[in-house]
DNA sequence: TGACTGTGGGTTTTT
DNA sequence: CCCACAGTCA
């Protein structure tokens, strides 16, 4: 029982109550996985069977973890307990129980690009303004809709809801939203929403008591970051654990002042309701901190102490005080990305930090481009995630719609994009016949091309023939024949492998290799999910030999993998993500960027209390990411729709004691600017550094004043091909070459206010600075 | 049919 | 500024 010792006395108590259920109200830091694997770990000690064990989590990355850390306790039976997100468990359970709801077993499910590309069909078929009826602002109501349990119906029956339809001008919403419904069963399809959506019509229908089965299987329940789970997710948890003679072995794990996808439906009512529902709840409240150091942690309570409503608790740490955080006030977004750069670069050497202990978080995605720019100069190697994963890629989409074909050709998504691409003389007037056809016999594509006949030309006809005969033969093999050797021939059969043969550009052959990729990844799959995969499975009722190595489930995977989830090669780079990606991650050395109002917190908060909370939480999730090293910055200009604008600092700055902040030369280092006297007057607002020209102003003056009092000169390596400077006498400019030896470099520049279409400087004596 | 151009619109966060 | 899409041309 060793692994009780690596608990302090309340992470002991958690884990050792193993009946009725458990909440654990954890702080970041405190050791919250820890709790959760270790106490199911302890259940398998304990001789709980793993298969009554199930582990709902919000990503794969997390369930992994946990699956990794369990076995490190347990051994291998740790691989038969059900980890993993909501979404990929509850669509294996679907996938069993897919009949009794009337889809095939071999569901597809439709990304949020499927979803979108559903969406504008049916808004155009619909005659209706996709300018009025934006797909995407459709496709967030309808998600919004699924996860409160609004069917159609019910959506017609509210008062409020149809309301604000009207005053939007878009009456038509739910009409959208019933015709989605019904192109997506026909299509034999599931959104991400479904996935929780349908299994709770399953349970809720019990048809052939099928809950009872479930219930009876999963004895013991564990949720983790409970706080970002929404109604429907709630609604599933109860049906599941909570009925006459339960056993309500439910634990969950959570900190509400860390929950951040409220925007997706996230509720801490949730939590407050937990407490209610289950009456014989036990609560505990993990409080110290062995992450963070004294003013990360310091810095933390004080800003959270800000919103309104919370659960009341104090982190704590009794790590030494090291480092202050340090704030870097920056000119210019670009600005920015050096400075950020740079510090990472010399704090490597100073402290020796390998790459990966370090990760550069923003608010956007849209932000890591900076960075990236920068990181690059300086030769330091970086993984940007939240970018588009592996299977979001165009061509890697266009072989799975060809999988997803074979396996369910009602699929209308994989049909569309895939039935003339490559061209095979199925022309744009044909499909949109088709697609009629099929609209007004209710039926999907594919039956349409079987059933109805078309005012098409013989030749056109012909081409569907053909197509028809290429997929029914793949169909005929999806369930009996290897997934890889079918595919493999997918690939060829379909045209696309001799398509893409012919692009020798890098690019096309990096394509190409994707391609390989997809293909060595299912025989991966295959194998490590193939019959012998398991050995006992007769005891597991819900592992049927097979299939869970078919087409079907390798696709039905691949669909709700993030590029968080790519495995990476062991190269040692630098993290740039967004803070919500970063929930639940840890670093020795974090930087929070882009700490401006508008950006963070996001405009679309500023007006709501509620919304504000929330980007507040997310900084506070952001600052507690890091073990010793906390970095925060912002820049005073920002582009922003190519155009640049002068920013605040975020008043979350301001919420922070400034004796926890150290505050960094260089540029514009002076203090915050916002509560203390700034050191250099003149830095705030509309006062934007006249070397910018904004847009309106015809004639900006040659040499800006505030500029002047900022200047300082860069050194002379920063001077490179393309970077933009300022020259105290010439103004902005741009830098056409640099050559000569170094020491006596000599810059070609091209100065925006400048009758001279260039100039050639020494730099030896010209003083420049980089912006 | 594909490649190119202009324009219009959009940035929050993701399974 | 960056992307997606519609429309035009070869």
Redesign the pocket.
């Known amino acids: 029982m060793s692994y009780l010792e690596e608990l302090n006395p309340i992470q002991r108590q958690a884990v050792t109550t193993i009946e009725g259920p458990v909440l654990v109200i954890a702080g970041p830091g405190s050791g919250k996985t820890r709790v959760l694997t270790y106490r199911i770990a302890h259940l398998l000690q304990n001789h709980v069977p793993p298969w009554e064990i199930l582990a709902l989590t919000?990503?794969?990355?997390s369930a992994r973890e946990m699956k990794e850390r369990i076995e490190q306790v347990v051994g291998p039976s740790a691989q038969k307990v059900w980890a993993g997100?909501?979404?990929?468990i509850f669509a294996r359970i679907l996938r069993y129980e897919a009949d009794k709801i009337g889809y095939p077993s071999s569901f597809s499910i439709y990304?949020?690009d499927d979803t979108?590309?559903v969406l504008?069909a049916i808004i155009k078929e619909m005659n209706l303004d996709?300018?009025v009826y934006?797909p995407?602002a459709i496709r967030?109501r309808i998600?919004m809709c699924k996860s409160n349990l609004i069917t159609p119906i019910l959506y017609r029956q509210n008062v409020d809801m149809m309301q604000q339809d009207r005053a939007a001008k878009r009456p038509y919403v739910v009409d959208i939203y019933e015709q989605y419904i019904a192109r997506c069963f026909r299509s034999g399809a599931m959104d991400?929403?479904d996935?929780?959506y349908q299994l709770y019509r399953l349970f809720q229908q019990n048809p052939g008591n099928v809950l009872d089965k479930y219930r009876a299987r999963f004895r013991y329940v564990h949720v983790d970051e409970f706080q970002d789970t929404n109604f429907l997710q709630y609604a599933i948890l109860r049906l599941l654990t909570k009925y006459d003679g339960s056993p309500e072995n439910v634990f969950i794990v959570g900190d509400d002042a860390q929950s951040?996808?409220a925007?997706?439906g996230a509720t801490i009512d949730n939590i407050l309701d937990f407490e209610k529902d289950y009456t014989n709840l036990q609560t505990f409240k993990l409080e110290q901190n062995y992450r963070s150091t004294f003013h990360i942690v310091s810095a933390a309570n004080e800003v959270i102490l800000n919103n309104r409503r919370q659960l009341p608790k104090t982190i704590w740490t009794n790590r030494e005080e090291r480092q202050k955080i340090k704030l870097l006030r920056c000119l210019t977004d670009d600005e920015e990305g050096r400075r950020v750069a740079d510090l990472i670069l010399e704090h490597k050497h100073r402290y020796h930090l390998p790459n990966s202990d370090i990760a550069i978080l923003y608010?956007?995605?849209?932000q890591s481009?900076k960075f990236e720019e920068h990181l690059r100069k300086l030769n330091l190697l970086y993984r940007v995630?939240?970018g588009m994963?592996f299977y979001q890629r165009k061509e890697v989409k266009d072989l799975v719609a060809y999988l997803r074909l074979a396996v369910n050709p009602q699929d209308e998504e994989a049909l569309r994009r895939v039935i003339?691409?490559?061209?095979?003389?199925?022309?744009?007037a044909t499909i949109g016949k088709l697609s009629a056809a099929a609209s007004a016999h209710e039926m999907t594509m594919w039956e349409a091309m079987i059933s109805v006949p078309l005012d098409v030309t013989e030749r056109a006809k012909k081409s569907m023939a053909q197509f028809r005969k290429m997929v029914e033969a793949w169909q005929s093999r999806a369930t009996s024949d290897s997934a890889a050797r079918l595919a493999s021939d997918i690939l060829r059969q379909s045209g696309l492998f001799d398509?893409m043969k012919n692009d020798t550009s890098p690019e096309g052959l990096g394509r190409m290799e994707n391609l390989n990729a997809v293909l060595d990844a299912i025989s991966e799959f295959v194998d490590s999910n193939g019959p012998g995969a398991d050995d006992d499975t007769e005891l597991d009722f819900l592992r049927r030999p097979g299939e869970e190595a078919s087409l079907a489930a390798y696709l039905q995977t691949i669909t709700?993998l993030?590029?968080?989830?790519e495995k990476n090669d062991g190269t040692d780079y630098i993290t740039l993500?967004?803070?919500?990606?970063a929930k639940g991650l840890e670093f020795k050395s974090i930087f929070v960027t882009g700490m401006e109002e508008g950006l963070f917190p996001?405009?679309?908060?500023l007006e709501d209390p509620n919304?504000l909370d929330?980007?507040r939480r997310?900084f506070y999730v952001a600052i507690t990411r890091a073990k010793e090293f906390l970095t925060i910055s912002y820049a005073q200009n920002r582009?922003?729709?190519?155009?640049i604008k002068a920013c605040e600092p975020s008043r979350f700055l301001e919420e922070v004691g400034t004796d926890h902040f150290e505050f960094v030369g260089g540029l514009g280092s002076a203090r915050l600017n916002a509560h203390s006297q700034p050191t250099m007057p003149s830095q705030r607002g509309a006062s934007v550094s006249g070397n910018f020209s904004t847009p309106r102003r015809l004639k900006p003056p040659p040499v800006p004043p505030k500029a002047a009092a900022n200047f300082q000169a860069s050194p002379a390596e920063y001077i490179v091909e393309g970077v933009t400077v300022f020259h105290q006498k010439f103004g902005e400019g741009k830098i056409l070459s640099v050559e000569g030896p170094a020491g006596n470099k000599i810059a070609t520049i091209r100065f925006k206010n400048d009758d001279m279409s260039e100039r050639r400087i020494v730099l030896k004596f010209a003083k420049l600075q980089v912006l």
Do not use: V, W
């Open positions: 919000f990503t794969n990355k997100t909501f979404h990929s990304d949020t979108t590309s504008k996709p300018n934006h995407s967030s998600s991400f929403d996935l929780l951040i996808y925007f997706r608010r956007t995605n849209a481009r995630y939240g994963s003339n691409f490559p061209t095979r003389g199925i022309s744009d398509f709700l993030t590029d968080a989830d993500m967004s803070i919500h990606s996001s405009f679309m908060s919304g929330e980007e997310l582009y922003r729709y190519g155009q």
